[in-house]
C-alpha cells in the first residue's frame, strides 16, 4: 500500500463513520419515533462538532503532526459509532455520538487532505499538480457514498438495524488504523507553535500573516466562499431532505440507503472529468458544478411538487455531480495558492464553508410554514444560476485580475 493511500484509507473510514446514519434515520424513527426536529438536531450536532474542530485541528497537526491527529480523529469516529449502538435509541445519544462524528470529521479533513498532499510528492502514478487534492476528495466521496448504502442494505434486510451498521464501521475501522500509524508524515511537527486555544486554524504567529493574505485571494473571495456551501448543502438535500419530503415505495430504509449512496457515489464518478475540466481553470469545473446544482434543484422541486419517487434518482445524480464538481475545484484552487504549512489551516476554512450546506434540513424546516419545500427549491435553483455569471464578473472586477494588471 502506497504511503498516500494509508492516508486516504483514515478519510474514507470517517467519511463512512459520518454518513452512515442518514438512511438509519428511518429505522429510528420506525422503532424509537425519532421526529423531524429531532433529525434536525442531530444534524446541527454534526455540525456544531465539526466547525470547530476543523479550526482547531490545523493548530494541533502543526504541533503534534498530521500523522496523530488523524489517528485520533479515526478513534473519535470508532466512539461515535460505539455511542450510537449502545444507546442509538435515546436522545442524548443519538446527540452525543453525531456531535463525536462530526468532532472526528472536522480533526481529520484538513489535516488528512494536508497529509495525503505530502504523501502525494513522491513520483507515483497520477502524482502531480492537484494530485493530493484529487485523491482527498475520492477518499471522501468513496467513504460518504459507501457509508450509507451498505448501512441501508444491512438495516433493511439484515438483523439488529440499530447496530450491524455501526458493528461493521468499528471493524473497518479497527483493520485501518494500524495501516494508517504506519504511514510516514513528511510535516516535522513544531513544539513552538503554542497550544490550540491560542488562535483557530492558524499555525504559528509568522504563518498567520501568510494565511490570511491567501484567504484573501480573489479567487477565494469571489469564486470558492460562494459557492463553498454548495458542496454538501446540495447532497444533504439529497439524502437527508428529500427521502422524507417524497414518499419511497418498497423497501424505504435501502431506498434512503441507495439515494444518499447514489448522490455520492456520482459525486465520485465525475471527478475524474472534474479533473480535466481544471486543466483549463478551477473557475470552469466550478461553472459546471453549478449548473448541476441548478439541474439538480429544479428537479428536486419537481419530485415534491409532483410528489413523484422516481424523480429522486435524477435529482440525487444532478445534486451528487454538483457535490463532486465543486469539491474538486475547491480543494484544488485552495492547494494551489495555499503554502505548504499552511495547507491545513486553508483547507480547514474551505470545509467550514462547505459544511454550512448541512444547516439545510435546518433552514427548510424553519421555513416549511412560511415558504413551501418545492418553491425553497426554485429559490435555490435561482440562486445558483445566479452565482454562474456574479462570480466571473466579481473575479474580473476585482484587484489584480489580469485585465487590470496587464
Known sequence: ?????????????????????????????????????????AFAAYAAGLIPALLLAARFAQRFGRRQVVC???????????????????FWALMLGRLVAGVASGAAFGPGTAWIKDLSADAGPGAGPGAGARRAAVALSAG?????????????????????????????????????????????????VPGPAATVAGGSRQSRPRLRTALLQREFRWEVAPSAPLVFGAPTTSFAVLPALVPLHGPEIAAGGGIAGLTLLTGLLVQPPARRLSRRGSHVTRHWGLVAAVLGFLLAAAAVRLAEPALLIPAAMALGACYGLLLVAGLSQVEAWAAPRDLAGAAAVF???AYLGFVTPLVVTALRGVLPPAPLFVCAAATAAILIPA???LRRASPGHPSHTG
Open 1 to 41: 500500500m502506497r504511503s498516500w493511500m494509508r492516508a486516504a484509507s483514515a478519510m474514507f473510514v470517517v467519511g463512512w463513520g459520518a454518513n452512515q446514519f442518514s438512511p438509519l434515520l428511518l429505522v429510528y424513527r420506525a422503532d424509537s419515533g425519532v421526529t423531524a426536529s429531532v433529525v434536525t438536531t
Open 72 to 90: 485520533a480523529a479515526l478513534v473519535l469516529s470508532a466512539v461515535a459509532s460505539a455511542v450510537l449502538l449502545v444507546g442509538g435509541d435515546h
Open 144 to 192: 460518504f457514498g459507501g457509508g450509507p448504502l451498505v448501512a441501508g442494505i444491512l438495516a433493511q434486510w439484515l438483523a439488529a438495524p440499530e447496530a450491524l451498521p455501526y458493528l461493521v464501521h468499528l471493524c473497518l475501522t479497527a483493520a485501518v488504523t494500524p495501516f494508517v500509524w504506519k504511514a510516514p508524515d513528511p510535516a516535522v511537527p513544531d513544539p513552538a
Open 351 to 353: 470545509y467550514c464553508l
Open 391 to 393: 462570480t466571473a464578473l
